[in-house]
């Protein structure tokens, strides 16, 4: 069971445009999301991260949208650049443990 | 180097053989995690360590899996009779403290034949 979930395996872009990245979650228990970004045979790095008492955080080109009553969060990066292609993780907390639980990624191409 | 660093980059064995797997994390961090990625998945939870003591280990498949920090620094995975499954790339992270932002390795990529 799948407790955090990001429907769209990939995602193209033109250099300029927003990208959106989107991902959901089933347990309600999770109280603080981050994304993280993933280039080849590298680790995954920490871009941004929400806690559920707000509902946006923006760190330059990077904002996160937090849904809490829809599970739902999004990240925004505008204006999308050839280095944001990456594969991006979403990634949730609860309040009883630290391990992220993670969904399964997004592959996103940015176009020059 | 300032971040955290794994070793091997790659591992080859041979089913049924035993394996480990060494991460060393962020001088200073207490908190070190393990974290599995299958191909095409995101990272799955393994263990957690807060300081020398294994604080969560539910994320362990079963008992052929151990890990080890000794003194609060380095950490080893160990994997006993290795199967075909158990081929991934193993993450290894750290952070500050409990809560703080998990920093992470580039990764052991283990491939069981």
């Known amino acids: 069971d799948q407790q955090v979930k990001q429907n769209s395996p990939s995602l193209s872009v033109q250099e300029g445009r927003i990208s959106i990245l989107n991902c959901d979650y089933t347990n309600s228990m999770f109280d603080y999301f981050l994304w993280y970004k993933k280039y080849p045979a590298e680790g995954p790095t920490f871009l941004i991260s929400?806690?559920?008492?707000?509902d946006k955080n923006e760190d330059g080109r990077f904002t996160v949208f937090l849904n809490k009553s829809a599970k739902h969060l999004s990240l925004h990066i505008v204006p999308s650049q050839p280095g944001d292609s990456a594969v991006y993780f979403c990634?949730?907390?609860?309040?009883?443990?630290?391990?992220?639980?993670f969904g399964g990624g997004t592959r996103l191409m940015v176009k020059p | 180097g300032a971040g955290v660093s794994q070793t091997p980059s790659n591992k080859v064995t041979e089913k049924g053989k035993y394996v480990e797997l060494r991460c060393d994390p962020i001088?200073?961090?207490?908190?070190l995690y393990w974290y599995r990625q299958s191909l095409g998945q995101g990272p799955e939870f393994l263990i957690y360590?807060?300081?020398?003591?294994?604080?969560?280990d539910s994320g362990l498949p079963n008992d052929r899996f151990f890990a080890v920090r000794p003194e609060g620094s380095v950490s080893t995975l160990k994997i006993q009779r290795t199967e075909r499954g158990d081929s991934a790339v193993y993450l290894c992270a750290s952070s500050g403290g409990w809560g703080d932002t998990q920093y992470f390795g580039p990764g052991t990529r283990l491939t069981v034949l």
């Open positions: 990634a949730a907390r609860g309040n009883a443990g630290n391990m992220l639980t």
């Open positions: 360590f807060q300081g020398t003591g294994a604080a969560d």
């Open positions: 929400i806690s559920s008492i707000k």
């Open positions: 001088s200073g961090h207490t908190a």
